[in-house]
């Protein structure tokens, strides 16, 4: 299936670093969004992105929405313990259909 | 006020069977979206239902069917199960369906076939 290119697939980093993953795809989104996912739960949304060269932020998150359409990226500075989890990006093309493209994700581990 | 529920959680079957998963969009929610999840990978889009009318299909087979209820809670049907099957299957509700409304998911559940 159709997927976007996601990375890094894993990061291991120590408790307050900044942390710094992108998307990016071969076709066009009007839409992209930032999950993330914990063990045993579904993914939940962090951010979402509706125009291109939009920059968003919530909280520590900071995501973008690239001028191309075809790629963003998600940075969380000063990371913390509960930032553990793996990190998708998704893409929407809505074509009548509210279709989700997610990329592979991205693995946060955090050392204390 | 509960979010999106999914039944059950955990599910042990045989291949060549088949099996129902159920959904429970959000209060007032009248679209639902099913996604499969293999271990290791991005959730991939099944189906998209809105007001108990199909709006989109991934790249399933036909043994992948679904429906949705007046109540917009939601069905996924798999016929003929096969080992690569096995995964999670997620439910995502959304008010409207369309572009400008965001999807909400569900916890999941966990399909394995032996």
């Known amino acids: 299936g159709q997927q976007l290119n996601q990375s890094p697939q894993s990061m291991f980093i120590q408790e307050g670093e900044d942390v710094s993953m992108n998307c990016t795809s071969s076709s066009i989104f009007n839409t992209w969004l930032w999950y993330k996912q914990e063990p045993g739960e579904g993914p939940v949304l962090l951010i979402a992105?509706?125009?291109?060269?939009e920059l968003t932020s919530n909280g520590r998150l900071t995501a973008q929405f690239g001028i191309t359409r075809k790629d963003s990226f998600l940075n969380i500075s000063a990371s913390i313990p509960s930032d553990v989890g793996i990190y998708f990006c998704a893409g929407r093309d809505f074509q009548g259909a509210q279709k989700l493209v997610f990329g592979q994700g991205t693995r946060l581990t955090i050392n204390p | 006020d509960a979010g999106v529920t999914q039944s059950p959680t955990h599910l042990i079957k045989t291949r060549g069977q088949h099996v129902t998963l159920r959904c429970s969009p959000i209060?007032?929610?009248?679209?639902v979206s099913w996604y499969q999840q293999v271990l290791g990978q991005g959730p991939q889009f099944i189906f998209q239902?809105?007001?108990?009318?199909?709006?989109g299909r991934g790249n399933f087979p036909d043994r992948f069917s679904a429906r949705q209820f007046p109540n917009y809670s939601s069905e996924l049907n798999v016929n003929a199960l096969l080992l690569g099957d096995s995964a999670l299957y997620l439910c995502?509700?959304?008010?409207?369906?369309?572009?400008?409304?965001?999807?909400?998911f569900g916890q999941g559940t966990r399909l394995t076939v032996v």
């Open positions: 995502a509700s959304s008010y409207t369906g369309t572009e400008d409304t965001e999807a909400f």
């Open positions: 209060s007032g929610h009248k679209s």
């Open positions: 992105l509706y125009k291109a060269g």
């Open positions: 239902y809105y007001e108990k009318e199909e709006r």
